[in-house]
């Protein structure tokens, strides 16, 4: 069954840049049936979508982020990267890699199906 | 401010029914589908309805979707403490181009 890990640093001091990386298990992110994306969730508070990257390399970024983001694959290891760039406190938030269905191709399709654990990453000084 | 909006709080006693809604507009919920997520304290969303109505493998039906114009609703009939949690809608915006969510309920189970 299909897992996802995030990984990376808990704490980034201000301006620089997060950067973390979602191991995926039990299925391969170079299937064609499935968008890989990055959410977010500051402490108490709702959940954001950041971007996604499908083929491997095509990516599709949030309007308010894209000046800050990055989204990569790796397909050797089975793994996709995020990095944000410039981070403020404003930052500081869960991040989580899940997976979602190309509509009318996977079930469930358009809807993120499987998520990771999250990891939380805190900008600070 | 989330573009979907969702009452703050919803609460039920053990075997009620709850109904949580999800307002939005034409170029959301008026444009495409509908996903309901329920988080459990401390851990990650876990996808409970999809294309406003479908249900994913393992998910109990007692949770239900509805969608109707540029609203959508999760019912949960047979509360149980378990269903205590915070419960997120979910949809593509054509407008902004991005993925909204709701501001999340919390449910309580009294």
């Known amino acids: 069954q299909l897992q996802l890990q995030e990984s990376g640093p808990g704490l980034v001091k201000p301006s620089e840049t997060l950067s973390l990386t979602c191991s995926v298990s039990g299925g391969s992110i170079s299937s064609s049936s499935y968008y890989w994306d990055w959410i977010r969730q500051p402490p108490g508070k709702g959940l954001e979508w950041i971007g996604n990257?499908?083929?491997?390399?095509?990516?599709y970024y949030n309007p308010s982020l894209k000046s800050r983001v990055t989204i990569s694959a790796d397909t050797s290891k089975n793994q996709f990267s995020l990095k944000l760039s410039s981070v403020t406190a404003a930052d500081t938030a869960v991040y989580y890699c899940?997976?979602?269905?190309?509509?009318?191709?996977?079930?469930?399709?358009?809807?993120?199906?499987?998520w990771g654990q999250g990891t939380m990453v805190t900008v600070s000084s | 401010q989330s573009v979907l909006t969702q009452p703050p709080s919803a609460s039920g006693t053990p075997g009620q029914r709850v109904t949580i809604s999800c307002s939005g507009s034409s170029s959301n919920i008026g444009s495409n589908t509908v996903n309901w997520y329920q988080q459990l304290p401390g851990t990650a969303p876990k996808l409970l309805i999809y294309s406003n109505n479908q249900r994913p493998s393992g998910v109990p039906d007692r949770f239900s979707g509805s969608k109707s114009g540029t609203s959508a609703s999760l019912a949960i009939s047979g509360l149980q403490s378990e269903d205590e949690a915070d419960y997120y809608c979910a949809v593509w915006d054509v407008s902004l181009n991005v993925w909204v969510f709701g501001g999340g309920t919390k449910l309580t189970v009294l």
């Open positions: 899940a997976r979602h269905g190309r509509a009318g191709i996977a079930v469930p399709g358009n809807a993120f199906d499987i």
């Open positions: 990257i499908y083929n491997s390399g095509s990516t």
